[in-house]
């Protein structure tokens, strides 16, 4: 075979393997690129970030307006969501209080939050003492109260517990006092433990929906 011609066949050669090369290599970019990135790391704030989301417990309860609320519900927006009751003395008012003031550090560039009172005591929980108590905080606060097994099994779902006790002829609660955060899709993304600042709040709250946010823009 003429020495020109073998010149030009492996010159070729060389060209397909090279555009070969190049077009895997942009495809390994693009599967890396559509990794989802892994949640913050964000102990410094008490928060841990799940990498996917937690299904809550089926459920029907009373919001309260007295409507009808299923876990369908809570899709499309984020909520902070907590166990605790209204005649709690304390841990309740104490984490309204200060839901309420990171809701106001929160940037109006980011979506607005929920906070969700899931009720422990049901029996004197009724939905117009959530409203008269909730209404304090603002409009965003709501909660739910209904039957006690779905209440439990929604907070079991939430890592939450809560147990109830007679002491001289009152009813006292005991549950857990951590935050969890739900995404739009309805599931726990992450659980807040305390102690609770409105600033720590606020700052978990703004990185954990850049994160979900890079991850929803890099799925798409």
């Not at 495809?27 to 410094?44: D, G, N, T, Y």
Request: glycine share 6%; net charge negative.
């Amino acid at each position: 075979m003429d020495r020109s011609i073998r010149l030009t066949l492996f010159a070729l050669l060389l060209i397909v393997l090279l555009i070969f090369g190049l077009v895997v290599g942009r495809q390994v970019v693009l599967v890396a690129s559509h990794e989802p990135a892994p949640p913050p790391e964000l102990s410094e704030l008490n928060t841990y970030v799940y990498d996917r989301g937690r299904a809550l417990a089926e459920f029907t309860l009373t919001d309260e307006n007295g409507e009808a609320v299923t876990r369908e519900n809570l899709k499309g927006r984020w909520t902070f969501a907590f166990v605790g009751y209204t005649n709690c003395p304390d841990i309740c008012p104490a984490t309204l209080s200060t839901l309420r003031r990171a809701d106001q550090l929160i940037s109006a560039e980011l979506p607005q939050p929920d906070y969700l009172l899931i009720s422990a005591d049901p029996d004197h929980d009724t939905p117009a003492k959530l409203k008269a108590y909730l209404d304090f905080f603002g409009p965003d606060f709501h909660g739910l109260t209904g039957d006690v097994e779905d209440l439990r099994a929604l907070a079991k779902s939430l890592n939450a517990v809560f147990a109830q006790r007679k002491v001289d002829g009152m009813t006292l609660v005991d549950h857990s006092a951590h935050l969890a955060l739900l995404g739009p899709e309805g599931t726990m993304v992450a659980v807040l433990q305390p102690p609770h600042t409105p600033e720590g709040l606020a700052e978990a709250f703004r990185r954990i929906y850049s994160w979900a946010k890079q991850n929803q823009e890099g799925a798409g």
